[in-house]
């Protein structure tokens, strides 16, 4: 298996369990993928890929890991600096209240209510497709200080650009709920994401390879199955040109006192060259610290060998090229590709989960 992450990792666990013998190599120094964490020299618990947060609907996910940490319940909250105000995100009823006067909020909420229902989660393009001057006005506003400039920053796209499912991730909330993610489980593991990767590879079955690209040691494993989570493309050699990755450079600041942020994260989808800001202490619940350590998001064009690919780019035209790869991977016998990378998709965590345990199933019965 190539890669350590939770694709990696739930296929070497479940695969282990089975009875197989399986060597998971990573080229990085660690385990965990994008989802690893670690004390900083000053034992504040941080993500070095960014702020990840566990939530998810799927109850088969959420029992899985369950065998490897327990939680700690967390609901992440969200402000976005809107007109120089820290407002709620995703925008809700709440966020109509904090920026309109009263009798604006009232008229565009009982809109929202009677044309989508109480508790309906609204995407800014469906939104946007409106007729009523009032919900145009609301989606223009909506479009113009929170989706546009953060998507241009954080894609170099604009919304419009990209697939719809993207902005529909962060959609406009008919209800009062201030929560990020509105999922039935929202937890973090209570002594982090690493341990709880630690936990899973720990069966005698699965030995670990770090600091080993495959490229490198492709030639010196004999394997009956590959399963390839790491990019496809490159995989290929780019047989078919590169698929288009978007990038990040983290900023971590240490701060001298308790805390700094009154929510998890701030979004900034007007102003600064960095996207949103995270204060890992709320994450991760170590408010007995003194001090605090936020991340500062940067997005980047994607380099090979100088940075990340953290995310896909949902759109057409690199559908159209992953596509042409997946052909490519369905012609080889006893190679699988999964994950964020091999399968070329958003997927939440829990998703990379979700399909790891589906492809597990698929070769066990296979
Ligand atoms: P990865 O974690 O990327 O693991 C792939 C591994 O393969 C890496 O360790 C890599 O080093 C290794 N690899 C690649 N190529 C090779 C090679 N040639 N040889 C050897 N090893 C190789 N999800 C959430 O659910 N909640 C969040 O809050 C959240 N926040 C995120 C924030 C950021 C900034 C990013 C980038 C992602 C976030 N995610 C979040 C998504 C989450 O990181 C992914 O869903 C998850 O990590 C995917 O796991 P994976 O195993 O598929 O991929
Ligand atoms: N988005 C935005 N403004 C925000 C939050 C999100 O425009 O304040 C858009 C943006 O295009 C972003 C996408 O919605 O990339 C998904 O946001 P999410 O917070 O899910 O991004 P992730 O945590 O995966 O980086």
Redesign the pocket.
Known sequence: I???????ATLAERLASAGKRVLV????NHIG???YDKMDPHGVLVHR???????TNSKKVFDYLSRFTEWRPYYHRVRGVVEGKEVPLPFSLATLRALFSPRLADRLEEKLVSRFGYGARVPILRLREEGDPDLKFLADYVYRNVFEGYTLKQWGLRPEELSPSVTARVPVLVSHDTRYFQDTYQAMPKEGYTALFRRMLAHPNIKVLLQ????EVEGEVRFDRLIF???ID?FFGYLHGPLPYRS?SFRMEFRGRPWVQEVGTVNYPNEHPYTRTTEFKHLTGQDYLSHTVLCY?YPEAYEPGRNEP??PVPREESEERYQRYLEEAKRLKGVYFA????DYRY??????VARALKLFEELNDG
């Open positions: 190539v890669g350590a992450g939770f694709t990696g190599v990573d080229k990085r993928g994008n989802a890929y960014g702020p990840h947060i566990f939530h080993a690209d495959w490229r989570t790491g990019p490159e990040l998001e953290y995310y994950g964020r990378l091999g997927y939440n965590m829990d998703q990379a």
